[in-house]
């Protein structure tokens, strides 16, 4: 990795961007990965947008993404990921989401709620590769943060990241029996109806 991999999260309070972040963070040290992080919780407490930003290897000086500088994006409900796949994806990029409908603070302020179509089309005229994530089988919905990141450590999304380095950090941050429900939902997500991933190869 000769330049920083830049990542760019987002969600909703109480969705588990914090926890996503820190396991991504982790991971990358259990890599051996140089990494730096900082995380904007916003008006969380409010239904508000909390975002964390992590760069990945040398040469980065400082933790926050530059507004169309993420060589990819990671969101937790599809507003903000239609929000930060715009503001701040670079053409090319890969935008992972889980296909969550919170309504945050801005649409229930009059905002748009964009529909999936929307997301695509915006996807396919920038070239960016999409990865949908949806379960409506999950029991608790605390837990699309990590079925969102099963399916980003089965595909490989963040380089020289395996599966292993993932479980390691979950065991850091999770307690039992969290950590084991957890850890059964990141090897089996990928075993989920309605989950698509889309390459899109126009220039």
Known sequence: MKSPFNIYLVGVGGQGIGLLSETLLRAADYAGIQVLGVDTHGLAQRGGTVSSHLRL?????SPL?????????????RHEAFRAMNSYLK???????????WQPLPVRLGGLLPNESLVVDEAQRRSLQVLRVFNPGLKDPRTQNIALLSEIARLGLVPMIESGH????????????????NLALLRNGANVPNTTKEKNDEA
């Open 57 to 61: 290897g040398p040469g980065a000086h």
């Open 65 to 77: 993404v530059p507004k169309g500088g993420a060589d990819m994006v990671i969101a937790l409900e």
């Open 91 to 101: 053409d090319g990029g890969v935008l992972a989401y889980y296909d969550a409908q």
């Open 166 to 181: 993932y479980e390691k950090a979950l065991e850091d941050l999770l307690p039992s029996p969290l950590f084991e429900i």
